[in-house]
């Protein structure tokens, strides 16, 4: 259900010997049911992980994650440790790009992750809990000696590894406290976000007060509706001498969400989370500062500016002396600032309306800089834009009919990636109609396109820091690719996309499966709105034979733009070919929501593209299965409160209850839920003080006396985004009323069973798979 954290729905793979070149798919491909070990035992690219290329553009480093060594993970674990979720059980691989050879740099000892090379390509910096301290220390390998050394005992905690350019300094962020004090604990603040107050350690009391904040002050209002906790972010931001591991700080105790070094390394800008817009908004304001690395003063270049919720949209300008923001969120028209170091006003240099353009703005969110730095690159509304900075206007400069560009390319971090002397780039683009991504030419004088590959796949499912990346030279580009029955790998071409061809097979034992394929399927719902479904047949289909339909539903989502990811919904315990090499069908509908009306949508939107599947002649409308997760989970107590079409239902990490999730509470005192039903996928428009009815009639459990669709409910105990007391209630009522249900709890873990332990996620495939196999076939 969650708008805005980082959830992670991986894309799994399986293992490479090391130092060997890729092995060539020999096996032949059997329709057999898909191995539960096979789909949670391999290893995927580390989500949310950069790819790096090294300066000469001969090794490429990344992040390789083993899910069998998938343990529980929350963010106690993080702020203890400093080991996010998503860097439990990874490696650093390297591999050189011309003879395919990979070298597993960490041979599987400890958390290894978060790979960047020095300017002068002799180091390969990283973060790692190889000294088997249970902390995240960083660590760099010595290419030309090929020796991994420990540069400090000092804790890590942050998601950015920075080299100054002559590579003798890294700039990294550790825990609130004193560095140079290895045996600090990691603060958990008890600021303006959470209202929490610490127990009476005297008395031994173990309370925790949550006290309102009296302050008429707005802006101290808003902070305490806060759905998490913005001081989780207090960090130190530091310079680590390469050769002695000496540490300077520059940054002192203050939340930084982002940070950037200058082209020249005179200079660092960053984020600073200052509160959230206003109560129930997941919206962050940001400062924006910059520092000077020789110790100068910090000095707040722009104040309680909008950006995403990584902080991370702003880029240096190549003379180092101004930065390029851009402005996001609900109420903002996505423009472009430019501030000067030298402490002018920031700059609006694009000057756009709603008018301007009235399509979403997706894709790329941050702008770059042509290399002369005169001019700034964006997208908005499908299209690429660009804004002379002195003029302080934008244009649109390209668009392609019937598709739309979702990313450009970063040469650098700031720069735009041009060929020609500067004359094209290369942009990522979408065919919405056909679900498929490409890459396509624009000529940056005239606008004019020329498409360079679009063949069915994704580029851009992978859920990476940095999806593309370049050689120094521009010459060659290396980014992923994968569809609905192959897993992701890297792939290298030239900058023509003439010459593709593939670097990694993390997942060989998928060779010698069928999988399933996926279709598009049309539908109108009943309110007369176009729609689409993602539809993965059956490994074994035949035209003809009808086939059990499970739908995986998640109201408010365009689910079809999942067509060419593989395994369609997620990863993992969600993989739906799963479920397709065991003879079904799988349905992912697209579930628009209106403001107000969530589960009646729910029911309109859904119901008609089973019907179109069943007409299709493909779905048996006597064996009809729908699941969820999350806000999914919620979509399937709707469906199944409204319908008694589903023979079988599964519910994971979900809720019955709208005013049970509003008023859900963590440790911290922090109330996630209040701006997901108040503005997100909840759609409720208001609180329950403004929308009483609305929140009753939008909770399944009150209909609960209606369901006659057997119910299998999942959770995990520990889960911050959605209570557990949540999963609870929905058995208590059901129980009370004596349905057909069952409830697996477990013990240990948090929302995502992506992030479970590999033990867990097997009971839960198997228990899934079991389950359906049970009322559908």
């Known amino acids: 259900m969650q708008l805005h954290l980082k959830s992670l729905l991986l894309i799994l793979a399986a293992s490479l010997s090391c130092g060997a070149a890729i092995p060539v798919a020999t096996e032949t491909q059997e329709v057999k049911p898909l191995a539960v070990e096979d789909a949670l035992r391999i290893k995927q690219f580390g989500p949310l992980m950069p790819i790096a290329l090294s300066p000469d553009g001969t090794q490429l480093a990344y992040t390789v994650q083993d899910n069998g060594r998938a343990r529980a993970f929350d963010m106690g674990t993080y702020e203890r440790t400093g080991v996010p979720a998503w860097a439990a059980g990874t490696d650093i691989w390297v591999q050189n790009i011309e003879s395919g050879a990979i070298h597993n740099l960490t041979d599987s000892k400890g958390d290894n992750w978060l790979p960047v090379w020095s300017h002068d390509g002799h180091y390969l910096a990283f973060l790692s809990t190889r000294d088997g301290a249970d902390q995240a220390r960083l660590w760099v390998w010595d290419a030309t000696q090929d020796k991994l050394r420990k540069l400090t005992d000092a804790k890590m905690q942050g998601d950015e590894i920075e080299w100054t350019p002559d590579s003798r300094h890294l700039l990294v962020t550790t825990p609130a406290g004193d560095p140079s004090r290895y045996d600090d604990v990691p603060k958990t603040s008890s600021g303006s976000d959470t209202g929490e107050r610490p127990a009476n350690a005297e008395s031994g009391s173990t309370a925790i007060v949550y006290l309102r904040d009296g302050a008429a002050d707005a802006a101290k209002r808003s902070s305490r509706s806060g759905p998490f906790n913005l001081d989780r972010q207090l960090r130190n931001l530091v310079s680590v001498d390469v050769g002695n591991g000496e540490i300077s700080t520059l940054v002192h105790e203050t939340r930084i969400a982002a940070h950037l070094l200058s082209p020249d390394g005179s200079r660092i800008a960053y984020a600073i989370p200052s509160r959230f817009e206003k109560p129930g908004s997941q919206q962050i304001l940001f400062d924006l500062a910059v520092i000077g690395v020789a110790g100068d003063r910090a000095r707040i270049l722009a104040s309680e500016i909008p950006l995403d919720h990584n902080g991370d949209r702003f880029r240096w300008s190549p003379d180092s002396r101004r930065i390029a923001y851009r402005e996001g969120g609900p109420g903002t028209y996505g423009d472009c600032y430019v501030a000067a170091v030298d402490g002018k006003s920031p700059q609006n240099v694009t000057r756009l309306s709603l008018e301007t353009d009235v399509r979403s703005s997706s894709g790329s969110e941050e702008p770059l800089w042509d290399g002369q730095g005169k001019t700034i690159f964006f997208l908005r509304g499908g299209a690429l834009w660009r804004a002379d900075v002195s003029e302080g206007n934008a244009t649109k400069l390209a668009e392609i009919p019937g598709r739309e560009i979702r990313e450009m390319i970063p040469r650098s971090a700031n720069l735009l990636w041009t060929l020609d002397d500067g004359a094209s780039t290369v942009v990522v683009t979408h065919d919405d109609s056909g679900k498929q991504d490409g890459f396509y030419k624009i000529d940056l004088r005239s606008g004019k396109s020329i498409r360079l590959l679009e063949s069915g796949r994704c580029y851009t499912c992978i859920r990476a820091s940095r999806k593309f990346t370049v050689t120094d030279d521009g010459r060659r580009l290396v980014y992923f690719e994968e569809d609905a029955g192959h897993s992701p790998d890297l792939w290298t071409s030239d900058a023509g996309l003439q010459s593709a061809r593939r670097l990694t097979h993390l997942n060989p034992q998928f060779d010698k499966y069928e999988m399933g394929v996926a279709q598009l399927v049309r539908w109108l719902g009943e309110d007369g709105q176009s729609l689409q479904g993602a539809l993965l047949l059956p490994s074994d289909y035949k035209a003809g034979v009808r086939y059990p339909l499970i739908v995986w539903v998640y109201g408010g989502s365009l689910l079809s733009n999942d067509f060419d990811q593989f395994g369609l919904a997620t990863s993992g315990p969600f993989n739906m070919q799963l479920l397709a090499t065991r003879g079904y069908a799988v349905l992912l509908p697209d579930m628009p929501l209106g403001v107000g009306t969530p589960m009646v949508d729910i029911a309109k939107t859904v119901l008609p593209g089973v019907n179109k599947v069943i007409e299709l002649g493909i779905a048996d409308p006597a064996h009809l299965g729908v699941m969820g997760h999350s806000f999914g989970g919620y979509s399937t107590l709707s469906l199944i409160v409204q319908t008694t079409r589903f023979s079988a239902a599964i519910e994971a990490s979900g809720f019955a209850d709208t005013v049970g999730d509003y008023g859900e509470m963590t440790k911290a005192g922090t109330a996630f839920a209040i701006s997901t039903q108040e503005h997100g996928p909840g759609s409720m428009g208001g609180t329950p003080w403004d929308a009483r009815d609305r929140y009753i009639a939008n909770s399944p459990a009150f209909f609960f ?51 479970w332990r590999y033990a867990n996620q097997v009971d839960l495939c198997n228990r899934v798979i079991a389950w359906f196999d049970k009322y559908l076939k």
Do not use: C
């Open 705 to 755: 006396d209606r369901v006659q669709t057997p119910l299998l409910i999942i959770h995990g105990a520990e889960d911050p985004t959605v209570a557990p007391y949540l999963g609870d209630e929905v058995f208590v009522d059901l129980r009370r009323l004596g349905k057909d249900v069952e409830y697996a709890k477990y013990e240990g873990e948090g929302h995502s069973p992506v992030n």
